[in-house]
């Protein structure tokens, strides 16, 4: 699994997810875009991915595709259409977090008329009610935990399949 942030404004959609869909069968991989105004660090997608191969491994997956299923567990929902609402990317996106399962293709940013920039994996200055996560629960337990609080959002979804 790799994972990675980039930056890039998707003009059309469709003809964005066209060129994934290409690489991917191109490549034999699998590939997920994410708004990356909605991850809490890279520890956030590797836990999402993880969880998501073990269940996909296991034949318990609750989605037609491993990208949907990492894309529900990041997203710490069980319907699919909620989980493109909350962490979806969508038309005139710039910031992007991607994860591959399987090998990067050498034209990947290319392809997609993107650049890599990790920066926008930083979980500073994101809003974590998305994520239910409470202002009381932030005084609580305090700014920097809010990735871990991310986490423990993905781990509850888990249980509650």
Do not use: C
């Amino acid at each position: 699994m790799i994972i990675f942030g980039i930056r890039g404004i998707i003009q059309n959609l469709d003809d964005f997810l066209k060129k994934v869909t290409v690489l991917e069968k191109e490549n034999k991989i699998t590939i997920q875009l994410f708004r990356a105004d909605r991850i809490f660090g890279q520890e956030h997608l590797v836990s999402a991915t993880e969880k998501a191969v073990r269940t996909w491994d296991a034949g318990r997956a609750m989605s037609r595709t491993l990208g949907m299923e990492i894309m529900l567990y990041a997203a710490a929902e069980r319907q699919t259409s909620e989980a493109i609402r909350k962490i979806g990317i969508h038309e005139g996106i710039s910031e992007m977090a991607v994860v591959i399962v399987g090998q990067v293709p050498e034209n990947l940013l290319e392809s997609l008329g993107v650049e890599q920039d990790d920066s926008v994996l930083e979980p500073k200055g994101k809003d974590p009610a998305i994520f239910g996560i409470t202002r009381e629960e932030i005084e609580t337990e305090g700014e920097a935990r809010i990735p871990e609080l991310v986490l423990e959002k993905i781990a509850l979804s888990e249980v509650t399949r």
